[in-house]
């Protein structure tokens, strides 16, 4: 039976990644599916891997509608076997409602790639509706790590290297430290509660202050 899967985890742990790799394993047996992305950080109508891979996507946009294109795709006698969808997370609730038609009336399996949660801890609402909706969820596990070496679990917005907590939910940047331009960094709950990013923490052992605190006045000997 199809199935619809949701592959997560934070940012920088493989989910493009794997999304090649899972178009690849089912096109080398004969498979014949569709690639979808929205949002990726190589620009429009590609999905891209921080390793360099990339191959040529879709786009998806507010008006798209995967039951309406697979169901046409169909009637024409094409072949649509599964459908790679990454950047889900960017997809709406209804868009998410129309990928389980696919699988479930159509019989087509849909596999999708995405973050949970946004810089502020707030499910997006793809991935809620994905949470919500899925025939299974896979945590991806090769862990993205924060700066201290923990396992990272919650996604930053920075801005200069400084963790910010507000602005629209929807910004697209890619994996950066010290950028004058917005950028995202992974980070442990604890860092992240703390705002405390790897250029902050970098700038705090560099404090005169800091150093000053760390040892004990001099005797003059």
């Avoid at 609730?93 to 159509?106: K, P, T």
């Avoid at 679990?153 to 400084?162: C, E, M, P, Q, Y």
């Avoid at 992974?186 to 790897?198: D, E, K, Y």
């Amino acid at each position: 039976m199809a199935a619809l899967v949701f592959f997560t985890g934070t940012m920088d742990c493989g989910k493009s990644t794997l999304a090649l790799q899972m178009d690849y394993n089912h096109a080398a047996r004969g498979r014949r599916g569709l690639i979808y992305t929205r949002n990726d950080r190589a620009g429009a109508e590609v999905l891209s891997s921080r390793l360099g891979l990339a191959v040529a996507a879709i786009e998806v946009t507010d008006r798209t509608n995967f039951w309406v294109e697979v169901a046409e795709r169909r009637t024409r006698g094409e072949r649509v076997d599964y459908l790679i969808c990454d950047e889900a997370q960017f997809f709406s609730a209804g868009q998410v409602d129309q990928l389980v038609m696919v699988v479930d009336e159509i019989g087509v399996d849909v596999f999708a790639f995405g973050i949970t949660t946004d810089f502020r801890t707030r499910l997006f609402p793809g991935s809620a509706r994905l949470i919500e909706m899925a025939d299974r969820i896979e945590r991806l596990q090769v862990e993205a790590l924060c700066w201290c070496g923990e396992r990272a679990t919650h996604n930053a917005r920075t801005v200069g290297g400084v963790m910010v907590t507000v602005g629209d939910q929807v910004v697209v940047g890619d994996i950066a430290v010290n950028a004058d331009v917005v950028a995202y960094e992974v980070l442990c709950r604890r860092h992240h509660l703390r705002g405390l990013t790897a250029a902050v923490a970098h700038a705090a052992e560099l404090s005169p202050w800091t150093l000053q605190d760390s040892f004990p006045e001099s005797n003059g000997s």
